[in-house]
C-alpha cells in the first residue's frame, strides 16, 4: 500500500511558487477570462459560534476571521439540513435533499440528479473534488461517486477522516496519506489548479474536510494553543469514538475541546495556504473562495454554541453555521449580511455568475449574486428543513434505489459501525404519497419567524413559532400569541412539502 507525506508536499509548492512570484515582482493579477475560478470549502460538523469572529471564547480561526473581515461575512447561513450528507446534497443539486432520498447520513444521492460540477464542466471549467464525499461510494463501479456527478478528478473519502486518512483517488482501491487530513487536501488541491492554470482553463474545486468531525485528532503544536482551556469544562463527561479501539468511550469535554478546536485551527490554517497560494499565482482576484459548515456542533462539542439545539435539531443550533465569501473581482469590499441564505443557494448563484441555465426540476435555492452589492435586504422565499426518513410501516419494505453491491464502500475509517470500518450507502423508491409520509421535524423560516413541528401530522404535532431575529435562542414560543402567522407559514410549508414527495416518487426524472 502506497503512503504519501504531506506537509513536504505543501512546503515544495509553496516553495516553488513563492520563488516564482520573488522573481517576479512585478507580477500583476490579471483576469484572462471573464469566468471566475470557484473554490467552495465546508467544514464537517462546523457550528455557527466555532470561529473567531463570531466571539468564540477560545477557538483561534486567523484565517476565516480575516475573510469576515475582507470579503463577505454572512450572519444567517443554514445547512439546508442538520446533518451532513443531505446538506451536502444540497450543494451538489440547489435541492433539498428529500427530493432525491437523501434523508440521512449513509443515504446516498440519485444517479439522475443534475450536478453543480456537471454544470461547471458545460461552462467550461476544469472540476475537482477533494476529501469527504457521503453521498455514496467514491469506487469507480458507483453510480454516485464524484466522477458519476461531474468531477473530472478527485481525491475522496466514503464519509469522514482524521490524521493519516486513506482516499481514494478517482475511484481505485484507497491509498494512505500520512498527515494532517486538511492539509493533504489543500495541497492535492493546488496541485490541480496548477495544472488548470498551466491549460488556461478555470477551475471548480471542491474541498471538503473531514474536521471537525469526531473523532478527534490534532497536531502538538496546535494541541498546545488549547492547554489552557478552563477546567470547569472537564466536568462535563461526553461521549465519543476512541480512535484506538473505534468503539464508544467516554471522556471529560474539556480534552475533547482541546482536540476539536486543534481540528478547527488545522483546517483554518490550510484555507490560508490556499490563500496563500492564489495570491502567490496572480488567481486571487478573480478566486470566488467559500466556506461553510455542512451542519450545527454535535453534543459532545457542544459547550459555548449560543443558540436552541445541536447537530440533528432543526433549531438554530442544528443550522444555522457559519459563512465567509470572498472575491475581490465581484466583492471588492468588504461586506457583512444579515439575509437569511442556505446551502440551496449554492448552485443558482453559480450559475448566474456563470450564465448557465437552471436545470429544469424544482429548485429549491435562489440566486444570491444580489447579495454580492448589497441590493438583497431580505429574502424573496422562505427556507424550508425537514428530517426525511424512509416510511416506517408495519409489513412495508422498501425496494432499493441503486444496487446494494453498488453502494458498498471501501475507505477504512476509525469509526466502526456493527463492527465494520466503512460505511455503505443506501437509497430507496419511493412509489406513493401517504399522509404519514409530511411527518417528522420541519421548519419554515421567512425572514422574521420561524415555524418548527416536531412528531406527526395534525392534533399530534408539536408545533413552536419564534421570532429569531429578536429571539435567536428560540427560548420563547409565539405559537399561542400569533396563531395567524403560524397558520399561514404552515400552509406554505405543506405545500412544499408535497412538491418534494412528488420528486421523491421520481417525477422530475
Known amino acids: 500500500m502506497r503512503k504519501f507525506t504531506n506537509r513536504s508536499l505543501l512546503s515544495i509548492i509553496l516553495l516553488a511558487i513563492g520563488m516564482t512570484y520573488s522573481c517576479q515582482t512585478s507580477q500583476k493579477e490579471t483576469n484572462k477570462s471573464k469566468l471566475p475560478n470557484i473554490i467552495l470549502l465546508m467544514g464537517d460538523d462546523h457550528g455557527w459560534d466555532e470561529v473567531g469572529y463570531n466571539g468564540h471564547p477560545y477557538l483561534q480561526t486567523p484565517v476565516l476571521d480575516e475573510m469576515a473581515a475582507t470579503g463577505l461575512r454572512m450572519d444567517r447561513f443554514y445547512s439546508a439540513s442538520p446533518v451532513c450528507s443531505p446538506t451536502r446534497g444540497s450543494v451538489i443539486t440547489g435541492r433539498h435533499p428529500n427530493r432525491y432520498g437523501t434523508f440521512t447520513p449513509g443515504t446516498s444521492i440519485r444517479p439522475e440528479e443534475i450536478s453543480i460540477a456537471g454544470i461547471m464542466k458545460e461552462a467550461g471549467y476544469a472540476t475537482a473534488h477533494f476529501g469527504k464525499w457521503h453521498l455514496g461510494p467514491v469506487k469507480a463501479e458507483s453510480p454516485t461517486n464524484p466522477a458519476a456527478m461531474g468531477f473530472d478528478e478527485y481525491l475522496s473519502h466514503d464519509n469522514f477522516f482524521e490524521m493519516n486518512p486513506y482516499l481514494s483517488r478517482n475511484g481505485g482501491p484507497p491509498e494512505l496519506y500520512e498527515g494532517e487530513s486538511s492539509e493533504i487536501l489543500v495541497a492535492e488541491a493546488i496541485r490541480f489548479i496548477q495544472k488548470s492554470k498551466e491549460n488556461n482553463q478555470p477551475f471548480f474545486v471542491v474541498i471538503w474536510y473531514g474536521s471537525p468531525h469526531e473523532p478527534y485528532s490534532g497536531l502538538p503544536e ?101 459563512s465567509v465569501l470572498e472575491w475581490p473581482a465581484g466583492i471588492p469590499n468588504p461586506m457583512v449580511t444579515a439575509v437569511n441564505s442556505v446551502s440551496s443557494d449554492v448552485l443558482p448563484t453559480l450559475c448566474a455568475i456563470t450564465g448557465q441555465p437552471l436545470p429544469n426540476r424544482p429548485i429549491d435555492g435562489i440566486d444570491l449574486t444580489s447579495m454580492f452589492d448589497g441590493t438583497m435586504v431580505e429574502r424573496k422565499e422562505p427556507i424550508m428543513f425537514w428530517n426525511g426518513t424512509v416510511r416506517q410501516e408495519e409489513g412495508y419494505s422498501p425496494v432499493p434505489y441503486i444496487d446494494p453491491e453498488l453502494q458498498k464502500g471501501t475507505s477504512p475509517l476509525v469509526k466502526l459501525m456493527n463492527g465494520i470500518a466503512t460505511r455503505n450507502f443506501t437509497n430507496f423508491h419511493h412509489l406513493d404519497i401517504q399522509v404519514q409520509d409530511f411527518g417528522g421535524a420541519r421548519a419554515i423560516l421567512d425572514n422574521r419567524f420561524k415555524l418548527v413541528i416536531h412528531g406527526g401530522i395534525g392534533d399530534d404535532a408539536k408545533k413552536e413559532l419564534f421570532d429569531v431575529r429578536e429571539d435567536p435562542a428560540e427560548s420563547n414560543n409565539l405559537i399561542q400569541q400569533l396563531p395567524e402567522v403560524g397558520i399561514l407559514l404552515e400552509g406554505k410549508l405543506k405545500l412544499w412539502q408535497q412538491s418534494v414527495l412528488e420528486s421523491l416518487m421520481g417525477n422530475d426524472y
Do not use: C, H
Open 222 to 322: 496546535d494541541l498546545a494553543l488549547y492547554d489552557d482551556l478552563p477546567e470547569s469544562l472537564g466536568d462535563k463527561i461526553v461521549s465519543l469514538t476512541s480512535n484506538e479501539t473505534g468503539q464508544q468511550i467516554d471522556r471529560p469535554q474539556r480534552e475533547v475541546l482541546q482536540e476539536r478546536f486543534a481540528e478547527i485551527t488545522a483546517m483554518d490554517r490550510s484555507i490560508g495556504s490556499m490563500r496563500d497560494y492564489l495570491k502567490a499565482e496572480a488567481l486571487r482576484k478573480n478566486t470566488l473562495l467559500w466556506y461553510f459548515g455542512d451542519n450545527g456542533t454535535p453534543p459532545e462539542g457542544n459547550a459555548t454554541v449560543p443558540f436552541r439545539g445541536e447537530k440533528a435539531d432543526v433549531y438554530e443550533g442544528g443550522v444555522r453555521v457559519p
